[in-house]
């Protein structure tokens, strides 16, 4: 009896990988046959949509026309506008926010702005404005920018977009106030939105481009 099982055991792990062999061969043989002509296109016609953007930077790569944003002066200010109305040149807020980047009337003023209804309407004014604002929270915080930089509050390291993209979210004077107290002192908008996020959300840009200014002006009714 003994033999005979030895026997049936041969015989068992011997066959086992055999009938599975041929079992896999004969399935990989046995494939239908695709009839290439149903997926021939013949239509001269096909319908597509090709999303586009239309940034204002140069091309990095010549043969493909892509164009790239980077971290330049162009990426952050775009980034902040699309946090702050989705980069929407007409959009007001709950609070009677304006613009692109949600200006407050009383930062138009100082900027010499005096006609908000003109403003909202003009999409080249909202961006000098932005640009004058940020000329004047740079000379504002020229010496926290110094002072701060490559430092870390909060986990965060600090940079000179961070701040300038807190200066635009809580004013200046709060962001000065956060540096200082090292991040102690902390100021949020309506929404709950607080300078460290937009510290950290916006750093690592190359705000260079922006030169400190005391009083920017923009001469407009």
Request: charged letters at 20%; hydrophobic letters at 40%; zero cysteines.
């Amino acid at each position: 009896m003994k033999k005979i099982d030895i026997k049936l055991k041969y015989w068992f792990y011997l066959l086992v990988p055999l009938l599975t062999a041929a079992f896999l061969l004969i399935s990989f043989s046995i494939q239908p046959k695709i009839n290439y002509n149903d997926y021939v296109v013949t239509s001269n016609r096909l319908d597509y949509t090709v999303y586009q953007e239309i940034p204002t930077l140069k091309t990095i790569n010549k043969n493909s026309g892509i164009l790239y944003l980077g971290n330049t002066y162009v990426a952050f200010k775009e980034a902040i506008a699309f946090k702050e109305s989705q980069g929407n040149y007409k959009a007001i807020n709950t609070l009677g926010y304006l613009g692109k980047y949600q200006f407050g009337v009383t930062t138009l003023d100082l900027l010499g702005i005096k006609n908000p209804n003109l403003f909202l309407k003009n999409p080249a004014l909202q961006e000098k404005a932005f640009l004058a604002n940020a000329k004047r929270n740079k000379w504002v915080l020229r010496r926290d920018i110094k002072r701060f930089v490559g430092k870390k509050i909060d986990g965060i390291r600090i940079t000179e977009s961070g701040i300038l993209a807190a200066a635009h979210l809580a004013g200046p004077g709060n962001v000065k106030r956060y540096l200082r107290s090292y991040g102690a002192i902390d100021s949020e908008d309506a929404y709950g939105t607080d300078i460290l996020s937009y510290m950290h959300k916006f750093s690592g840009y190359d705000t260079s481009f922006v030169k400190a200014q005391k009083k920017p002006k923009i001469n407009f009714p």
